[in-house]
C-alpha cells in the first residue's frame, strides 16, 4: 500500500493559464474524490468517481473545471483560465467499499 | 443542506493531559457518518475516529473517543495523554448515508505543549 499520490504538490501559474493535476489512488480502491481547501478551511468537496464514471459533482465545480478518471484508475483534475480564486490545496482521496476516506498530500496551487 | 460547525479555532493542552475538541452539525438525516480527520503539517489529512449515527455506542481509537450525542447533534473528540505527534489541524466531517459528499467543519488548531 503505497498510499495516494498526487503530483505536482505545488504549482505556481499565472492567471488565464491552464493547469492539470494528477491523483493515483491507491490500488485496489475503486472511489476516488477530488476536493479543494483555502487557507483556515476544511476541504470542500468537488467530485467523486465510481471506476471511471463520474458520479457526483460539486456546484463548486464551475465549466473551467473538468475532472477525467479515463481507466478507473488515475485521475486528472483540469482548470482552464486560471483565476486568483482558484489558489487553494486541491486534495485527492480513494476509497474501497465503505466511507474510509484515504487522503493523498495534495496539490498546492498558486495562481498569480 | 447540511453544515458542521468547529467554534473553537485554536486550543492547547499539557502533553500527557487531556483535551476535547467540539463539533456540531446540522442535519434532518437519520442516518449518516461523523468523523474526525488530523491533518498535520505534512498536509495528509488522517482519519482519526468515525461514528455510525445508528450506534448509540460512542467510539473508540486508542486515545482518542467521542461523544456523540445525536439529539444535540453534537459530536466532541477526546484525546487522551495528549503528545507532542497530536499537534495538528483537527476537522470535524459529515456524511450522509449512501452519499459521497463529505462536509468539513473549519478545524480546530492544536498545539501539544511540552
Known amino acids: 500500500d503505497t498510499g495516494v499520490s498526487q503530483d505536482p504538490r505545488h504549482k505556481i501559474t499565472k492567471r488565464g493559464q491552464n493547469v492539470t493535476f494528477r491523483c493515483d489512488p491507491i490500488?485496489?480502491?475503486?472511489?476516488l474524490y477530488w476536493y479543494r481547501q483555502t487557507l483556515g478551511q476544511g476541504p470542500e468537496f468537488l467530485t467523486y468517481?465510481?471506476?471511471?464514471?463520474?458520479?457526483?459533482k460539486s456546484r463548486l465545480l464551475s465549466d473551467r473545471f473538468s475532472a477525467e478518471r479515463p481507466k478507473g484508475s488515475f485521475s486528472t483534475l483540469e482548470i482552464q483560465r486560471t483565476e486568483q480564486g482558484d489558489s487553494a490545496m486541491y486534495l485527492c482521496?480513494?476509497?474501497?467499499?465503505?466511507?474510509?476516506?484515504?487522503f493523498g498530500s495534495g496539490t498546492q496551487l498558486s495562481v498569480l | 443542506a447540511q453544515t458542521v460547525t468547529q467554534s473553537q479555532p485554536e486550543m492547547s493542552v499539557q502533553e500527557a493531559e487531556t483535551v476535547t475538541l467540539s463539533c456540531t452539525y446540522d442535519?434532518?438525516?437519520?442516518?449518516?457518518?461523523l468523523f474526525w480527520y488530523k491533518q498535520p503539517p505534512s498536509r495528509q489529512m488522517i482519519l482519526v475516529i468515525r461514528?455510525?449515527?445508528?450506534?448509540?455506542q460512542n467510539a473508540t481509537e486508542n486515545r482518542f473517543s467521542v461523544n456523540f450525542q445525536k439529539a444535540a447533534k453534537s459530536f466532541s473528540l477526546k484525546i487522551s495523554d495528549s503528545q507532542l505527534g497530536d499537534t495538528a489541524m483537527y476537522f470535524c466531517?459529515?456524511?450522509?448515508?449512501?452519499?459521497?459528499?463529505?462536509?468539513f467543519g473549519a478545524g480546530t488548531r492544536l498545539t501539544v505543549k511540552p
Open positions: 466531517a459529515f456524511m450522509k448515508y449512501n452519499n459521497n459528499d463529505m462536509r
Open positions: 468517481f465510481q471506476n471511471e464514471a463520474q458520479l457526483e
Open positions: 442535519t434532518s438525516e437519520s442516518n449518516y457518518y
Open positions: 490500488s485496489e480502491h475503486n472511489r
Open positions: 461514528q455510525e449515527a445508528y450506534k448509540q
Open positions: 482521496a480513494s476509497s474501497a467499499q465503505g466511507t474510509k476516506l484515504f
